[in-house]
């Protein structure tokens, strides 16, 4: 069912290695909150990366719902994970109505 959106995924331009996550909100660290400075994403980066872990949010939820229709899932478990997804969900659809309307903005200045 999710596996429909996975293109979304494709616009990172990182692919995520096992383990080793790197998203967009642990690389955006004030400056001297930590000891080193973080290596700045482009904007791509940034949406892919956001687009990959909304993808991710869906699989687990819908892994949860499976998990609950066989019985072995809480029913608490199941509402956390389908909130968070949603929550992500809306997220990602806020960001993209967002950007659209900035590019129809921009198309519309007269040069």
Avoid: C, H, W
Wanted: proline share 2%.
């Amino acid at each position: 069912m999710i596996d429909a959106i996975q293109s979304v995924g494709a616009f990172s331009a990182i692919r995520e290695t096992e383990g080793t996550s790197l998203t967009a909100s642990s690389s955006l660290v004030a400056p001297g909150a930590g000891a080193s400075v973080p290596q700045s994403q482009s904007f791509a980066e940034v949406l892919g990366n956001m687009a990959s872990d909304t993808i991710r949010s869906m699989k687990s939820a819908e892994g949860a719902s499976l998990q609950a229709v066989r019985g072995e899932a809480n029913t608490r478990e199941v509402i956390d994970a389908v909130m968070s997804a949603e929550q992500s969900l809306q997220t990602a659809l806020a960001i993209r109505d967002k950007v659209v309307s900035a590019y129809l903005e921009i198309a519309r200045m007269q040069i």
